[in-house]
């Protein structure tokens, strides 16, 4: 699960912190901060999820078609 943590110091620095997303697209998440305060990216720091690969679960969908196919006795011989 991601969560997205804002902090808004007294100085009006404001320090947003997202977490549970790995690899790059955790900064897509910097121009919803951004438009959240009405701020602009000053420096980012990056913790070790944004270095890691977020694995990816692909489902067979011709495997499962085909297995229909054969239940139906309709084979088109692939």
């Known amino acids: ?22 690899g790059k697209r955790c900064t897509d998440y910097i121009g919803i901060i951004e438009e959240l305060t009405e701020g602009r990216t000053w420096q980012s720091n990056f913790t070790e999820e944004f270095y890691e690969t977020e694995s990816v679960q692909l489902r067979q969908e011709q495997r499962d078609y085909e297995e229909e196919e054969l239940r139906e006795g309709q084979h088109h011989g692939w």
């Open 1 to 22: 699960m991601a969560t997205m943590q804002i902090r808004i110091y007294p100085d009006g620095k404001v320090q947003g912190d997202i977490d549970g997303i790995k």
